[in-house]
């Protein structure tokens, strides 16, 4: 049975950080990449950012990249994201995916499994 399972959300006032972890089970974890996605508010489910099977990472547009980095420890079959310098405009329940492929695309369809989601909310 796969589980993966997101923790470290919660409230933080801008420009604070969090550090979310992903913990994956069930998978062989070291052969698929993870990715970061995030859902406002009546908002489409978006990309932030996803780590290779082999290490490598990729991110969403400027709006993420510098202030958020994406890390993986395969001997804990957890995946990281940092947040820093959070705005408001973060604010968004975040899923953590596991695509079988060790891509990381940025698209929903390449991930096999979810986690629930862990809210993060950021006051001005």
């Known amino acids: 049975q796969v589980q993966v399972v997101e923790s470290g959300g919660g409230l933080v006032q801008a420009g604070g950080s969090l550090r979310l972890s992903c913990a994956a089970s069930?998978?062989?974890?070291?052969?698929?990449?993870m990715g970061w996605f995030r859902q406002a508010p009546g908002k489409e489910r978006e990309f932030v950012a996803a780590?290779?099977?082999?290490?490598?990472?990729?991110y969403a547009d400027s709006s993420v990249k510098g202030r958020f980095t994406i890390s993986r420890d395969n001997a804990k079959n957890t995946v990281y994201l940092q947040m820093n310098s959070l705005k408001p405009e973060d604010t968004a329940v975040y899923y953590c995916a596991a695509d079988p492929s060790g891509r990381g695309m940025w698209w929903s369809g390449a991930y096999e499994y979810w986690g629930q989601g862990t809210q993060v909310t950021v006051s001005s």
């Open positions: 069930g998978i062989v974890f070291s052969n698929y990449a």
């Open positions: 780590a290779r099977w082999n290490g490598g990472t990729t």
